[in-house]
C-alpha cells in the first residue's frame, strides 16, 4: 500500500474528504502524514481526530525555502511518503522539491487553470466576470499552477453570486475530484506525455 503525505495550511476540508474516500476503500492507499505550515491550522485537529501522524513546521524557523523544503523532503522520506498532495498548501514547492517527487506531486485549484492561477482563484474569476469557472487538479513542477492537468470540472456562475455562494459550490466539487484524482495516482492510472495526462480507467 503506498503512502501519502496531504499538505495543508488552512481549513481542511479537502484533507476530510481524502480521509473519507480512505475510509471508504475508495483510495487504495494510507494517508501517513499531514503536513502544515501553519501550528494552528485547523487541518491539523482534523488529522489528529483520524489518528493521522502531522507535521507542523513553521516555515521562519528556516534560513531560506531550500531550508524549509530540505528538511520536509528529509522528513517524507524517514516516512517512507510516496505521494505529495497539496490540498490547500499556499506554499510553493521548490525545484528540488519538485525533483524528488517528479509527477509525484498533485495540487488542487480552485479555478480553470491556466486561468486564475494563484492564491484567489474564486475571488479572482468572480471579478472577472466569467460565467464558467471550476476546479483543476494538476500536477506540480517547478512553475506555479502551471503542470500538466489531470482533471479538471466546471460550475456555472450565477448572477447573484457572492464569493461565499461560489466558494461553497466550488467546494463541493473539488470534495468529488479530488478524491478521484487521488485514486488514479496511487492507482498508478496517470502517465505524463509532455502537457498531456493519459488516463487509464
Ligand atoms: C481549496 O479551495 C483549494 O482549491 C484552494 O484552497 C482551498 C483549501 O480549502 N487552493 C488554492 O487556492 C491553491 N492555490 P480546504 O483547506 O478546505 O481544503
Given amino acids: 500500500m503506498k503512502n501519502c503525505a496531504v499538505f495543508c495550511s488552512g481549513f481542511g476540508s479537502n484533507l476530510q474528504a481524502l480521509i473519507a474516500a480512505v475510509n471508504r476503500g475508495r483510495i487504495p492507499a494510507r494517508i501517513a502524514l499531514v503536513v502544515s505550515d501553519c501550528v494552528d491550522a485547523y487541518a491539523l485537529v482534523r488529522a489528529k481526530k483520524a ?3 502531522i507535521l507542523a513546521v513553521d516555515r521562519s524557523e ?4 531550500e531550508d524549509y523544503d530540505a528538511y520536509i523532503i528529509r522528513r517524507l522520506k524517514k516516512q517512507a511518503i510516496d505521494y505529495v498532495i497539496l490540498a490547500g498548501y499556499m506554499r510553493i514547492i521548490g525545484p528540488r522539491f519538485v525533483s524528488c517527487y517528479k509527477n ?3 495540487n488542487i485549484h480552485p479555478a ?3 486561468s486564475f492561477k494563484g492564491v484567489h482563484g474564486i475571488k479572482d474569476a468572480l471579478a472577472y466576470g466569467v460565467k464558467i469557472t471550476g476546479v483543476t487538479v494538476h500536477f506540480v513542477d517547478a512553475e506555479l499552477d502551471a503542470g500538466p492537468i489531470i482533471l479538471q470540472g466546471a460550475v456555472a456562475v450565477k448572477a447573484d453570486d457572492t464569493e461565499d455562494s461560489l466558494a461553497r459550490r466550488i467546494h463541493r466539487l473539488e470534495h468529488r475530484l479530488y478524491p478521484e484524482a487521488v485514486r488514479l495516482l496511487v492507482q498508478n ?3 505524463v506525455k509532455g502537457r498531456n495526462v493519459l488516463i487509464r480507467r
Avoid at 528556516?62 to 525555502?65: D, P, V
Fill in 51 to 53: 489518528g493521522i501522524p
Fill in 62 to 65: 528556516f534560513k531560506t525555502r
Fill in 104 to 106: 509525484k506531486i498533485v
Fill in 112 to 114: 480553470l487553470l491556466p
Fill in 189 to 191: 492510472k496517470l502517465s
